[in-house]
């Protein structure tokens, strides 16, 4: 798990979808039908938003300068 459960913050909108947040990654968000899919949908998206900040020579928020690391395919 790129981001701790507890870094997490849901809630549910108008529509019914929980939408998962961290302030750990500003900026990234993602959205599902229970709790548990949009968390398992944040960490898909902070893994993505991560690689491209790399990408594009952003820097990676501090909490995760020593834990992310791309591993070669």
Do not use: N, T
């Amino acid at each position: 798990m790129l981001v701790p459960r507890e870094k997490i913050q849901l809630r549910q909108d108008e529509d019914g979808l929980w939408i998962a947040k961290s302030k750990l990654l500003p900026g990234c968000h993602a959205s599902g039908h229970s709790k548990a899919e949009a968390i398992e949908a944040f960490q898909q998206a902070a893994r993505a938003h991560l690689e491209a900040l790399l990408d594009y020579g952003k820097p990676i928020p501090e909490y995760f300068r020593e834990k992310f690391v791309l591993q070669a395919d």
